[in-house]
C-alpha cells in the first residue's frame, strides 16, 4: 500500500500572512491524521516562511503517523532532527534562497557527503530519504550512501502529464525499477495532483509514500480537508476496489 503523507507547509504559511494562530498548525496535523492521512511532512527553512522551528518541536509531541523532516541537511536541519527524532528525514539539495525544491540530488558528486549525513541520521533512529531525479546514473551512487529510500521528483512528471502522460511516467518507471533491484524503498513527491497521481500509481504499484501539499491544499478550499484527503487516499487505493 503506498502511503500519502500531507505537507502542511502551506497551513503555516497561511497563518504567517496575519500573525497569530489562525490557521493552528497543529491542530491541522492532527485533524489530517484523523481524516485519513498517513504521515505529515514539514520542511522547515531557515527563513521560517512557513513551518517554524516551534512547529516542528509542537508536532514531534503529537504526530501519530509518520513524521517526515525534510530539507538541506545544514547544522541547523541536523539539530533538528537530532531533536525531533522524526520516522524519517527526507534530504533535499536546495539552498535556502529557492522558492521550491526544484532539483534532486547529485549522488555521484556528493556521495561521501550524504553517506556521512545519513551514517549520522540512522544514529537518531530515523529512516532516511534522497530527492532523486529520474537518471537512472544516480541510482547506485545513492544505494552506496546507505539511504533507506530516495524519493522521486516528480515535477518533470506532472509539468509533462498532459501532454504524453505514457511519455511522461516512462523513466519513472525505469529507475523504479532500478531502485527496485538495489533494495531502496521508494517515495514521489513534487506537484502530484488528483490528475496524475493516479497514473504514477497504475505504473509504479509498489511506491512506498507520496508526500502532497501544495495542490492538496489547493483542492481543500473547494471541497473541505477530509474529503480531499479521502480523494487523494482513493487514487492510491484504486487498484484494491
Excluded at 504567517?16 to 491541522?28: E, F, L
Excluded at 509531541?61 to 541547523?76: A, C, H
Excluded at 551512487?141 to 498532459?162: C, I, M, Q, W
Excluded at 517515495?187 to 509498489?206: Q, V
Aim: net charge negative.
Amino acid at each position: 500500500m503506498t502511503k500519502l503523507s500531507v505537507n502542511i507547509n502551506k497551513i503555516a504559511t497561511i497563518r504567517n500572512a496575519r500573525g497569530g494562530n489562525n490557521p493552528d498548525v497543529v491542530q491541522v496535523a492532527l485533524d489530517a491524521e484523523k481524516f485519513g492521512s498517513q504521515g505529515i511532512t514539514v520542511h522547515p527553512r531557515p527563513d521560517e516562511r512557513h513551518i517554524r522551528y516551534d512547529d516542528v518541536m509542537k508536532l514531534k509531541e503529537v504526530v501519530t503517523t509518520e513524521f517526515n523532516i525534510e530539507g538541506y541537511p545544514d547544522k541547523r536541519f541536523m539539530e533538528i532532527i537530532r531533536l525531533a527524532r522524526p520516522a524519517q528525514a527526507t534530504l533535499v539539495p536546495d539552498p535556502p534562497h529557492v522558492l521550491t525544491s526544484n532539483t534532486g540530488w547529485d549522488t555521484i558528486a556528493h556521495q561521501e557527503e550524504l553517506k556521512d549525513i545519513i551514517a549520522e541520521l540512522h544514529e537518531y533512529g530515523t529512516r532516511t530519504s534522497i530527492f532523486i531525479n529520474p537518471d537512472k546514473k544516480y541510482f547506485e551512487p545513492a544505494k552506496l550512501t546507505g539511504t533507506d529510500r530516495v524519493e522521486l521528483y516528480t515535477e518533470p512528471y506532472a509539468s509533462n502529464f498532459h501532454k504524453n502522460k505514457q511519455e511522461a511516467v516512462k523513466p519513472y518507471v525505469e529507475v523504479a525499477k532500478i531502485a527496485k533491484e538495489l533494495g531502496l524503498g521508494l517515495n514521489a513527491g513534487h506537484d502530484l495532483d488528483l490528475d496524475n497521481l493516479r497514473f504514477l500509481k497504475e505504473n509504479i504499484p509498489f511506491l512506498d509514500e507520496v508526500s502532497i501539499g501544495h495542490a492538496l491544499i489547493c483542492d481543500a478550499l473547494y471541497y473541505g480537508l477530509e474529503n480531499t484527503i479521502q480523494m487523494y487516499r482513493r487514487q492510491l487505493e484504486m487498484e484494491e476496489e
